[in-house]
Structures are given as C-alpha cells and as structure tokens.
C-alpha cells in the first residue's frame, strides 16, 4: 500500500517536467507541423526524390560519422577505464573540449583547414564532436568490469584480441549501443557544422528545414522534413534508451572495480592510439587559434582588438564585447532553468523507479526528455514565434525566449549527467536514514545530496558551455540588438573583408578560453565513472 501511494506522488510530479515540455516544446513543434499539413503539399514533398536524397545523406554522413567516432573513442575510452599512465588527466579534459565547442567553432575549425569545406571534412567534424561521447559512455561501463574474467582467457591460452572480443566485449555493448545511438543522434541532427562545412552542396534533414522556414518559407515542405525528422530521432531515442537502462545497472557510488593499472604488452599500442587520436583532436583546435592571429601582413592580434568594434563598416549591430556581455547572461540564465528542470526530472526519474510505479511512466518520462535534441531547433524556435503569444505577456518580444530555447537542448543533458548518479546511491543508506525517523526529504539532503553534489556543479558548468555555445534555435530567435557570440561569428563569417573574417576567429577562440576553463572545472568536480557525459 505505501509503494502505491509513493508511486502515485512520483507520478504526480512526473507531470511537472511533463507540462514543461508540452508548453515550450510539443507545442510550438506540433504548431509548426499544423501549419504545414493545413498549407497542403506535405505529401508532395515527402514523395519527392529531393527528399530521400537529403535523408539519404543524412543518415549516411550519420552514420560514418558514428563509425569513426567509435573506432577512435574505444582505444581513448580503454586508457581512461583501465590504464595508470602520466597525462591520463590531460586526456580526460583534452577529449571533453571538443563535445562542449559551438557547432558554428567546429565549423570553422575545420574550414581553417578545408576552406572548401565538402563530405569529408563534414564527417570528420561530426565525429571530432563525438568521440568524448564514446570515451565517457563506453569507459564509465568499462571502469566497472571485472578485470580477472579476461586474465583468466588470457592464462588458459586466448591472444588478446580474443580475450577482448570473447569476454570484454559482449559486456560492453550496453554502453557501445548507447554511445552510438546518442553519436548518431547528434550527427543526424547537426546544424551549424554542415552549414559551415556544407554550403549549399550539401545540406541534410536539418539545415534543409532552416532553408525552407527561413529563406523560402516553405512550411509544408520544412513540415514533411521535421516529421521524417521526428520519426527518425524516436527511433534511435527508443533503441538508446533500451541500452542505457541495461548500462545503469553496472553503476555503483561504493566504488569501482580494481581495474586500473599500468599497461603491459600490446596495451601499449592501444595507449599509443588513445594518445594518437587525443593530439589528432588538437589539431583543429590549434589551428583555429593559429587562423585569429594571422593576416595577409603577418602576425596580429587585429582580429581580438576589433571586437570591441562593430566589423568592417558596420556589419554588426552591437560589439563584440557587447555580444560576448549577451551571451554570458544568456547561457546563465538557460543554465539555471535547465538545472531546476533536469535535477527535479532526474530525483522523479529515480523515484518512479524506486515507488515501481506502472504504466511506464518513468520510461516515458526519460524518452521525452530527450526528444528537444533531436527535433529541428529551427522548428522548435519557428514555433515559439507563431504560438508564444497565447501566453501572458506575449514571451515573442521577451529576453526570455532565447534562454528557453538554449534550456530544451540543456536539459537532457543535465539529466543524463545527474540520473545515474542519483541511482547509483546505495538504497541502504536511504533506508536507514529513513529507519532512524529522517523525513524524505531529510534523507535527500543528508544522503543524496551530498554524493551528487559534486555532479550537481559539473553539470551546472556542463550546461553553462552547451548553452554558451547553442546555434541552431538562436540563430532564429535572437534580436538583432542582443544577439551572442555564435551568432555574430556566423554574422561575420558571411560577409566579406579580412576584418571581418579575424574577429569571427578572434571570437571562436575566445570561445574555446571559455569552453577549457569550464572542462577543466568539470573535470575536478565530476564523480569519476559516473553520468554519460
């Protein structure tokens, strides 16, 4: 009887989180789609042979983009889980860097390099992006595996790699099958890398989308495109969720398992590779730093003095100074909301899971948490413009619908940072509070709390960078006389002069100051082997 009362009130707060993506999300998306199926010319657009060419492409550069992202985290995830070299730490943050970046800064990152942008580099990006996905998913299951089951294949004969493939693997692939699909997920639905890198030769599902709302105002076409989109992300959402849930249940506070030691062997080479593929990381980064201070005239910090400027003959409508000023207000306060929001979501998550509560609700709940990261931002901010009105105040013309925006990609973020970590508290430690009189929540602030603190603040800075960075819904929703620092980049980019081009990559670099000073923090505060992230 009490589990069913406890599950009951779980429920009931599940409906928390739950009117807050229907208000701010199902809403404006499935007014867009509205919009489009009453315009007509939905199913000519979903027959169209245009249209399977772009998901074609998007799910292909997705796809390979996914590959590479595994056969390059793995080794990187082996070093981190199982091996006690000198520059361990280094590796952990230098991986992080590129996850956090701006999308429109990978971009450029790798235009400084193939300033004629094309597949490759598309797909080179897409999977520098994601490789920390793959070491942090992969190596936080990996920590916790019982090392002694593969020395023992190794003592009755096996070579390496059939210890691995036969006893290491299989265990794995949880955390494998929940790395790619959050990997493809991202790639499928990258918008300021292909727009960067892709021009107007190739174009995917969701730079498509923005061409058609924004520049030809093509709503039943942009319509058709977000419900292949939607389609598409449920699918891959569902199978990830399938492995995260198997994942969870190696996870444990009470400490990991003794995997960790020097390596021996042919680990080396595998060390060697993870060591390899980290500098390989660098690359980009370094080059984009290169690229902000280098001019037809030699070196110049030009580019970095301009930016208290507006561009060559007045390209901005702010500063860049004032634009960085905007940014960092913005990305607090979208930083905030998505923490309240995906820290509430995250304690309902567990509870429903600890009141077994039926009807799926928990299951549920988790999957349209993550449904903002896959659905077209450019719809979702399309959608606040046509639907916001209905509410008090008419939030179209407030400075808060641009933090609303960046908190819907926030926020399954943070949840996927702070979830395992709060089920992974020993339920003994609950109960006995409990048995000693500790009321719920007494028992959240004396023993949950103080375990998940330290991933509170990490997924605090986590959030903060993402939203710093976030392109795709603002883009479409900032005012011209408030817009951030990714904005103003791709500002700058798209106009000529050699002025212009310096403070897009002064701006870009500054960005990555920001970016590395926040991982660095994470990285300190961050409970070892715990969260997806």
């Known amino acids: 009887m009490a589990h069913a009362r406890s599950g009951l009130s779980w429920a009931f707060a599940a409906l928390v989180p739950l009117v807050f993506l229907g208000v701010f999300f199902a809403w404006p998306v499935l007014a867009i789609v509205h919009l489009g199926l009453r315009d007509g010319g939905v199913g000519e657009a979903l027959t169209a042979a245009s249209t399977w060419e772009l998901v074609g492409f998007t799910l292909g550069q997705a796809a390979a983009s996914t590959v590479l992202a595994l056969v390059t985290g793995l080794p990187v995830a082996f070093l981190l889980a199982r091996c006690k070299v000198a520059g361990s730490g280094f590796v952990r943050a230098a991986v992080m860097v590129p996850f956090v970046l701006p999308t429109v800064v990978v971009g450029l990152a790798f235009r400084a390099l193939w300033p004629d942008g094309g597949v490759l580099p598309i797909v080179l990006a897409n999977a520098f992006f994601n490789v920390a996905v793959v070491a942090r998913t992969v190596g936080g299951l990996w920590a916790h595996t019982d090392r002694r089951a593969e020395d023992a294949a190794r003592a009755l004969g096996a070579s390496r790699p059939r210890a691995f493939v036969s006893v290491v693997l299989p265990s794995l692939l949880p955390a494998i099958g929940s790395a790619a699909s959050v990997v493809f997920l991202f790639c499928a639905t990258s918008f300021g890398v292909v727009l960067v890198l892709g021009g107007a030769r190739y174009r995917t599902l969701e730079t498509e989308i923005y061409l058609r709302t924004v520049e030809l105002f093509d709503l039943s076409g942009a319509a058709a495109l977000s419900l292949l989109q939607f389609a598409a992300v ?300």
Request: with cysteine.
């Open 234 to 533: 449920l699918a891959v959402l569902l199978l990830g969720g399938l492995a995260r849930r198997r994942r969870e249940t190696a996870l444990s506070l009470r400490g990991q398992a003794d995997v960790v030691r020097r390596p021996t062997g042919g680990e080396w080479g595998v060390v060697a590779a993870a060591f390899a593929v980290v500098l390989t990381l660098l690359v980009p980064v370094v080059g984009l730093v290169v690229r902000s201070l280098s001019t037809v005239d030699g070196w110049s910090l030009a580019g970095y003095r301009a930016l208290t400027g507006t561009g060559e003959r007045g390209t901005l409508a702010v500063s860049g100074v004032d634009a960085a000023m905007n940014s960092v207000r913005t990305a607090t306060d979208a930083m905030l909301l998505a923490l309240t929001i995906g820290v509430f979501s995250a304690v309902v998550l567990v509870g429903l899971r600890r009141g077994r509560t039926p009807w799926g609700i928990g299951e549920a709940l988790d999957t349209a948490l993550m449904l903002p990261l896959g659905v077209s931002a450019v719809t979702v901010g399309f959608g606040y413009l046509i639907t916001m009105d209905a509410l008090p105040g008419d939030l179209r013309t407030s400075p808060v619908l641009v933090p609303l925006a960046q908190a819907l990609v926030v926020t399954p973020l943070i949840v996927r940072i702070v979830l395992p970590v709060l089920r992974a508290v020993d339920e003994r430690l609950r109960q006995a509070a409990a048995t000693l009189g500790a009321s719920p929540w007494r028992v959240w602030r004396e023993v949950d709390l103080p375990l998940a603190g330290r991933s509170l603040v990490a997924a605090a800075g986590f959030g903060f960078v993402v939203a710093l960075g976030e392109f795709g819904a603002t883009s479409f929703l900032a005012r011209p006389e408030s817009p951030t620092l990714p904005i103003v980049i791709a500002r700058l980019m798209s106009r000529p002069g050699q002025l212009n081009s310096q403070m897009a990559y002064a701006a870009c670099a500054l960005l990555m100051v920001v970016t590395v000073a926040a991982v660095l923090l994470i990285e300190k505060l961050r409970v070892p082997s715990s969260g997806e992230f």
